[in-house]
């Protein structure tokens, strides 16, 4: 691989839908724009901060890829019909989350991040975010 070309800033998916998001809940983010190269593999990766919280055992979050299903795109796969990206484990103990993901595989159409909340207790009720940068490779 040459290296990545079109890399964006940071941008939050999540922040104020993760307050509070109760045990098992699921947040959407807004709509994600591949870069303007589709004949290369589209990537992302996810910065995770998560305000202090005490997880169950086994605990984890789950994000998954929603494509578009329409040219609008308006109209987008829910998480039954989504695409699982990747489960993330959490820390045991009381204390401040804080992960990185690094390379996903992306659709080269507009999607939507979903998140779904398996820590056994609710998330922190502020403080909470997730925030990704796209790229292609180069």
Partial sequence: MAG???P????????????SLANLGTATSATITPPT???RPFYF?????LASLNPGAAAS????ILPA???GPTNFADVTSGTLAVVRPLNAGAGVKRDFVGELRCPS???????VNNSGVALAASGNTVEYMTK???
């Fill in 4 to 6: 990545w070309s079109n």
């Fill in 8 to 19: 964006s800033t940071w941008a939050t998916a999540f922040s104020a839908s993760l307050n």
């Fill in 37 to 39: 190269s589709p004949e």
């Fill in 45 to 49: 990766d996810l910065r995770i901060n």
């Fill in 61 to 64: 979050l789950s994000f998954y």
């Fill in 69 to 71: 299903v329409d040219d």
């Fill in 109 to 115: 159409v507009p999607f939507r991040l979903a998140l």
């Fill in 136 to 138: 292609s490779e180069g």
